[in-house]
């Protein structure tokens, strides 16, 4: 099942702040959060495991809300390095014994764009 | 360069022709996984090993695709009689045994006239 990304596409000057979501119909053992510019492989930013931690990686965090099976990614004070497309990842897990399957299963992307 | 590595980069054949890709992990990396992603959308899993064993193969990928991992180090993923709806980004990814991170390679982008 694909997680819903929204916004679908935005568009910041630098120093604006970012939140993009994605939502899932079924349970989460994980959500991975990557960024791709174009025409390259899509980057790593951070994982989030069920427990509803938040996690913080420079100026970009997020979160994670087990119970409504949702993630948010917080990008604050936006730089022309962050424009690119984000995607989420979701590993829905083994039902049977709870532990991560290791198969993601992507968003569409949000498209985010920097001007200065 | 520690990454992981895809060769070819880029890939153009014609309809019905057979194409192989490979993929080189980073060292040691014991997982590792093939997408595809074509424009507008995000990176569709079609296969994943451990080491040399192919654990998970999407219910979506046709028996035209078919992908190994001999030694468990690096993968092949061959495309039999392609067709032009192959047409795509051809990404892998590896991850240690230990986290679930994936890192991806630079991709195979593959057209098919």
């Known amino acids: 099942q694909q997680p819903v990304q929204s916004p679908q596409a935005v568009i910041l000057r630098e120093g604006e702040d970012a939140v993009i979501n994605c939502s899932s119909s079924k349970a989460l053992y994980s959500v991975h959060w990557y960024r791709q510019k174009h025409g390259e492989a899509p980057v790593f930013l951070m994982i989030?495991?069920?427990?509803?931690e938040q996690k913080g990686h420079e100026k970009i965090s997020a979160s994670f809300n087990e119970k409504k099976q949702q993630s948010s990614l917080y990008l604050t004070a936006s730089q022309l390095s962050y424009s690119g497309t984000y995607f989420c990842g979701t590993d829905l897990g083994f039902a049977y014994s709870g532990a991560g399957s290791y198969q993601l299963t992507f968003g569409k992307g949000t498209k985010l764009s920097v001007i200065p | 360069d520690t990454g992981v590595s895809q060769d070819p980069r880029h890939k153009i054949t014609k309809r019905g022709q057979n194409v192989t890709f490979r993929c080189d992990p980073i060292?040691?990396?014991?997982?590792l996984y093939w997408y595809r992603q074509t424009l507008g959308q995000g990176p569709e899993f079609l296969t994943y090993?451990?080491?040399?064993?192919?654990?998970?193969k999407s219910r979506l990928l046709s028996d035209r695709f078919s992908a190994e991992r001999p030694k468990g180090s690096f993968s092949t993923l061959e495309i039999q009689r392609t067709e032009q709806g192959d047409s795509a980004m051809y990404l892998c990814?590896?991850?240690?045994?230990?986290?679930?991170?994936?890192?991806f390679g630079p991709g195979t982008r593959l057209l098919v006239l």
């Open positions: 989030l495991l069920k427990g509803g």
């Open positions: 090993f451990q080491n040399e064993a192919q654990l998970e």
């Open positions: 060292s040691e990396h014991n997982r």
């Open positions: 990814a590896s991850s240690p045994g230990v986290e679930e991170t994936q890192y």
